[in-house]
């Protein structure tokens, strides 16, 4: 059984950003959409397990998803749609089904220029780690299949802490074992519900707009970008490691 870590939430509102000179010390990593490009897949099998339990879905709501736990979107899938499976037989199935998918897919690799990024993190000393909505079963599962577990000691799911993303709870768990003020830590984002998390856990936010996880409303992160040669040209204006 998993256990469940409780977080003090902090003062902080969505939009009250920390100072742009605190130093940054940590950097916690979304998984799906940041680390790798896994949420065309998702979607895919989320689509047929979406049709298999009959509920129809448009567009717009299913991106209203990306970045919840699979717990929290069948909570809400089931109610909206007036389901009347339970919340354990959706998720049975729905697992199975990501977990065979993800294991059998070939192509699955690390998004590209994150390893140049990772390695300079490395060499000037900054801590980083996984905060992500996804199973542990999953986050294990493609770190091995792309060889990013090397760089992750600390990987952190949503099944842990008593609130997922928006709520701040994960991110504040992640800086609770980096050792690290939330204020001294930095999140990479691709959806709307983790910007908002990162935000409301008092840490600055960069927004990565990935196509592939949809239609994310990012406006509240720190700063954005479109991948991590972006990333590589702003770290000199980010206060790493001062």
């Excluded at 959409?33 to 509920?55: K, M, Q």
């Excluded at 599962?141 to 090397?150: D, F, H, N, P």
């Excluded at 040209?233 to 206060?239: F, M, Q, V």
Aim: aromatic share 8%; glycine share 8%; proline share 5%.
């Amino acid at each position: 059984m998993t256990s469940i870590h409780h977080v003090t939430p902090t003062n902080n509102e969505c939009t009250g950003d920390p100072s742009a000179s605190v130093p940054v010390k940590a950097v916690i990593f979304d998984m799906d959409g940041v680390l790798v490009d896994s949420e065309p897949i998702y979607f895919e099998v989320e689509r047929s397990s979406f049709a298999h339990f009959g509920a129809p879905m448009t567009e717009e709501e299913h991106h209203t998803y990306v970045g919840v736990t699979l717990e929290s979107m069948w909570r809400q899938v089931l109610d909206r749609h007036q389901l009347t499976h339970t919340l354990a037989e959706a998720l049975a199935y729905h697992r199975k089904n990501v977990m065979q998918t993800i294991t059998a897919h070939e192509g699955l690799v690390a998004i590209n220029g994150l390893e140049r990024w990772l390695d300079w993190l490395r060499e000037k000393g900054i801590p980083v780690a996984v905060a992500s909505s996804s199973p542990r079963s999953l986050i294990d599962l493609i770190m091995e299949k792309t060889g990013l577990g090397r760089y992750f000691d600390i990987r952190i799911t949503g099944e842990e802490v008593s609130q997922g993303k928006p709520a701040p709870d994960i991110f504040l768990y992640a800086a609770e074992l980096l050792g690290i003020a939330p204020a001294h830590c930095i999140v990479i984002e691709d959806s709307r519900n983790g910007v908002h998390a990162a935000k409301s856990a008092g840490m600055r936010c960069i927004g990565l707009h990935n196509p592939g996880s949809g239609q994310q409303d990012l406006s509240k992160a720190d700063h954005r970008i479109f991948n991590y040669d972006d990333l590589w040209a702003l770290k000199e204006n980010l206060p790493f490691g001062e």
